[in-house]
């Protein structure tokens, strides 16, 4: 059985985990605290790859949780380490945002936004500045079966104030349709942002447990990992999912508050 105290590093899903859309849940700041006190490491973990660190930093604050840009593991970051592996030196092709952009630069990869014969890979990610221009583009260049194709999330939508917009996964769809092709995703449940984290942070499977309210995301990508997965049912998942599912989390919660309780007794 799994015993939360023994867990030195905490992978968090964010919405539905500590928070549910703008609504932070007020068990949050004090786990968070008392992680922090008992000289535990956690990161936040997002298949999110439109917005910069900088703007998860800003959101969080907006709701009231304190963080610094080295607290987050996002898709971008996983998507260059991935790169770094295995397609160190191609021209790459980044169908994204700017933020996403300026993270593959910052990680000195040759990048571009323009089509070109001399392309060898192409990086799709949640992109929120996407034109017809780009979609063409990466038809055309799919077409060459030596081109890697990579995409950051497969998440078919990403929830706004007013509902869902088409995400990642969608665009991908798209290109299925026009080309036949699916890439590589890079996001959960890819083992990979697990993968990354461990890795940067130093720390081992058996004291590494990844928290979130997605069976087919987050706690996919901790089975795949081979790492400690927690479930809180704060979020999508409803017990009758859970049931369902053939994945089974390490350990199922309420929510995060529980996970306190526990820690603290
Ligand atoms: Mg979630």
Redesign the pocket.
């Known amino acids: 059985m799994l015993d939360v105290k023994n867990m030195n590093f905490w992978l968090f ?5 500590l928070y549910l859309g703008d609504i932070l849940f007020d068990f949050t700041i004090p786990l968070l605290e008392y992680l922090k006190a008992a000289g535990k490491k956690y990161l936040f973990m997002t298949n999110n790859s439109s917005k910069s660190v900088a703007d998860y930093v800003k959101k969080l604050a907006r709701l009231g949780i304190p963080a610094v840009e080295d607290d987050f593991i996002t898709s971008a970051q996983a998507t260059a380490y991935y790169l770094e592996k295995h397609h160190k030196n191609d021209y790459i092709y980044v169908e994204g945002t700017n933020s996403l952009k300026d993270a593959l630069k910052r990680h000195h990869f040759n990048i571009t936004d323009q089509y070109s014969e001399d392309v060898t890979c192409v990086v799709s990610g949640f992109d929120t500045e996407l034109t017809f221009q780009k979609l063409e583009d990466l038809s055309k260049l799919l077409l060459n079966q030596d081109i890697a194709y990579i995409a950051t999330n497969p998440d078919l939508v990403c929830p706004t104030e007013y509902g869902y917009v088409p995400d990642c996964g969608s665009v991908s769809e798209m290109i299925y349709n026009a080309t036949g092709r699916r890439p590589k995703f890079i996001g959960k449940p890819s083992p990979l942002m697990p993968q990354l984290a461990m890795e940067k942070w130093g720390y081992r499977k058996e004291e590494t447990i990844v928290v ?3 069976i087919y ?2 706690i996919k990508s901790g089975i795949n990992a081979g790492i400690n997965t927690a479930l809180v049912l704060s ?2 998942t409803t017990k009758q999912v859970l049931d369902e599912s053939p994945d089974k989390p390490t350990a199922v919660y309420k929510d995060c508050g529980e996970i306190l309780q526990l820690l603290k007794t």
């Open positions: 899903d964010m919405d539905g985990t979130g309210d997605r995301t987050d979020g999508e």
